[in-house]
């Protein structure tokens, strides 16, 4: 379903602030599958999310999904494919408009939107229907403003437009780093039952190794804008916490080994 | 009484400036100031197409026209070219000025001895109520000439105000209001973010093209200068609007932009019965419109002050 092929991405290319942030990421998903990701800071799992939604154009390499090339389509064009979900709960929505205005929105991601009603009366009672699988008490609230919503709330609406029209691809970046931990764990059980409902091909970005090890058939892990282990089928699932902790002490036990050899070089040279 | 009325009139037809503001300044929080230079863009192409004997609402709708061009071109120079909001609308603004000096061929067109919307208005007028001089209006006497053109503007305006809340209701109205609100969300819904910018800066300067053109064939003349300061005064009548009716909603939003529209001309024409000097006038607007930007922060900063001081 999504195809990355050897990207690159490079910030700042040719000054001291420098960042290979993608170097030759190579990545295939199947249909379906839910893939999480993980990585120290800087590692480039958030983005490698953004060189797939198309936040920026990559340096090299190409990028499909459902065998399109979609190398250099600009962000809102992958819209019609890509659902998203932010790690701010206030970008995923927007605040001085209605519950049910955002939700039209959604209704029409990556639609041509012309000079019909945003709002008619038809669709009040399906956003009803399926707000109230939110189980948080906002059928109610329809045309109240999203700005006087929660956190947590914000992210489940999120969501819930990210998959209105099943997305062929849905993006989460972090999506519940910015949540307490009650409304966090509300957003992952509501995340995993929408993704194993609609059968939905996943890419998520976490920085929770429970997340990590409980969700998703595969899982990624980066180091320095590369894939360094891909964990999947029985592997992953047999995967645990603690495993996974001993493998990025492997990754900053390398680092640091680079780190005391590059001394000892300079040491002997200089 | 005549005073009052024209002050009204002016406000009414002032109001569709503020609508255009309104919608390049609120919805998509873009201070555009190209407004100064499609206000009269409007009026001039409206009367040299009026002195050349065309319908007076063809002409008129040729000077929607050409703010809606003059629009477009502000928001291409800043989402196709990336230049900084406030300079492609400057930009456009000073182009304008040699572009209506052309499109006039001199620096005032009168329209005294032209059929224009006035026109059209007083006939209406004298239809209605027959061709007596003087109408009574509870206890006033006022010309049907200015009756008719107060109430023929009031109409227009309170159209187009339903027109412009239905817009903002449908699906690429709505993409619009939440582009100002949050472009990211949007671009991640598909929406091309720049599209809307430039779309809404058409309409938004369309509009004040079409103020510029009926202000001119009220007062008989256009004139290349009278667009100076035209994006000030729409900012005044959308804040008064704002402290009228709040913020919560689209339409009461549009609704108090006519009204702070008209609210603000007839305090002007009250000022200058007064005896202010008529060349302090936009000294004043611009110290208002400061204040009214400033105030409310400044409140609330002196307010969450206080607390402090009673505990030391």
């Known amino acids: 379903m999504l195809e990355v092929n050897t990207i690159c991405k490079t910030f700042n290319p040719g000054t001291p602030n420098e960042v290979r942030s993608l170097q030759s990421v190579k990545l295939a998903i199947d249909e379906g599958s839910f893939v999480v990701v993980i990585g120290t800071n800087g590692s480039g799992k958030t983005t490698l999310l953004n060189a797939v939604a198309g936040t920026f154009l990559v340096d090299s390499g190409t990028i499909h999904v459902a065998s399109t090339n979609m190398t250099n389509w600009p962000e809102y064009r992958r819209a019609?494919?890509?659902?998203?979900?932010?790690?701010?709960?206030?970008?995923?929505?927007?605040?001085?408009?209605?519950?049910?205005?955002?939700?039209?929105?959604?209704?029409?991601?990556?639609?041509?939107?012309?000079?019909?009603?945003?709002?008619?009366?038809?669709?009040?009672?399906?956003?009803?229907?399926?707000?109230?699988?939110?189980?948080?008490?906002?059928?109610?609230?329809?045309?109240?403003?999203?700005?006087?919503?929660?956190?947590?709330?914000?992210?489940?609406?999120?969501?819930?437009?990210?998959?209105?029209?099943?997305?062929?691809?849905?993006?989460?970046d972090e999506h519940t780093a910015a949540l307490d931990p009650k409304s966090a764990d509300q957003v992952i059980r509501l995340s995993n039952d929408i993704i194993s409902r609609d059968r939905l091909t996943t890419l998520m970005v976490t920085h929770s190794m429970q997340q990590a090890v409980n969700l998703g058939d595969r899982l990624i892990m980066m180091h320095q804008g590369r894939i360094i282990h891909d964990f999947r089928g029985a592997e992953k699932s047999r995967l645990r916490v603690n495993e996974l902790l001993d493998r990025f002490e492997d990754v900053r036990r390398s680092d640091q080994l680079d780190e005391s050899a590059a001394e000892l070089l300079r040491a002997v040279y200089i | 009484m005549t005073l009052l009325i024209g002050a009204l009139t002016i406000g009414l037809i002032l109001s569709f400036l503020a609508l255009g503001v309104f919608i390049s300044f609120r919805i998509f929080n873009f201070p555009d100031i190209t407004a100064d230079g499609s206000f009269p863009l409007g009026a001039a192409i409206t009367a040299t197409l009026l002195v050349m004997g065309i319908n007076p609402i063809l002409a008129t709708f040729a000077g929607f026209c050409g703010g809606l061009l003059a629009g477009t071109l502000t928001g291409i120079l800043h989402t196709k070219f990336n230049i900084h909001g406030l300079l492609s609308g400057i930009l456009v603004m000073t182009a304008l000025y040699s572009v209506n000096l052309h499109v006039m061929g001199k620096s005032n067109v009168p329209l005294l001895s032209e059929t224009t919307l006035a026109t059209y208005a007083e006939q209406l007028g004298n239809t209605v109520w027959g061709s007596a001089q003087d109408l009574n209006i509870a206890g006033w006497e006022v010309s049907v000439r200015d009756a008719s053109t107060l109430f023929c503007t009031l109409g227009v305006i309170v159209v187009m105000g339903l027109v412009i809340h239905a817009f903002f209701r449908t699906n690429i109205g709505t993409a619009m209001r939440a582009t100002g609100d949050n472009p990211q969300m949007i671009r991640a819904l598909g929406v091309n973010v720049g599209t809307m910018i430039t779309l809404g800066l058409a309409l938004s300067n369309g509009l004040i093209a079409l103020s510029g053109a009926l202000l001119a064939q009220f007062q008989g003349f256009a004139d290349v200068q009278m667009g100076i300061g035209m994006?000030?005064?729409?900012?005044?009548?959308?804040?008064?609007?704002?402290?009228?009716?709040?913020?919560?909603?689209?339409?009461?939003?549009?609704?108090?932009?006519?009204?702070?529209?008209?609210?603000?001309?007839?305090?002007?024409?009250?000022?200058?019965?007064?005896?202010?000097?008529?060349?302090?006038?936009?000294?004043?607007?611009?110290?208002?419109?400061?204040?009214?930007?400033?105030?409310?922060?400044?409140?609330?900063?002196?307010?969450?002050?206080?607390?402090r001081v009673v505990h030391a």
Do not use: C, H, Y
């Open chain 2, 231 to 307: 994006i000030v005064l729409g900012l005044a009548s959308v804040i008064i609007g704002e402290a009228l009716v709040g913020t919560q909603n689209v339409g009461l939003t549009i609704v108090g932009a006519i009204m702070g529209s008209v609210l603000f001309l007839l305090l002007v024409a009250i000022a200058l019965r007064w005896g202010l000097n008529p060349n302090d006038l936009k000294l004043i607007t611009a110290i208002f419109v400061f204040l009214a930007l400033v105030l409310p922060s400044l409140l609330s900063k002196l307010r969450s002050k206080k607390p």
């Open chain 1, 80 to 172: 019609s494919v890509i659902g998203r979900v932010f790690q701010n709960p206030f970008s995923g929505t927007a605040p001085s408009m209605t519950i049910a205005e955002n939700l039209a929105l959604a209704t029409k991601r990556g639609q041509p939107r012309r000079l019909g009603w945003a709002l008619p009366r038809t669709v009040q009672s399906d956003f009803r229907d399926r707000i109230r699988t939110l189980n948080m008490g906002l059928e109610v609230r329809l045309n109240n403003p999203i700005g006087s919503l929660s956190g947590g709330q914000r992210q489940a609406l999120t969501l819930l437009m990210a998959t209105w029209l099943k997305p062929k691809l849905l993006l989460l």
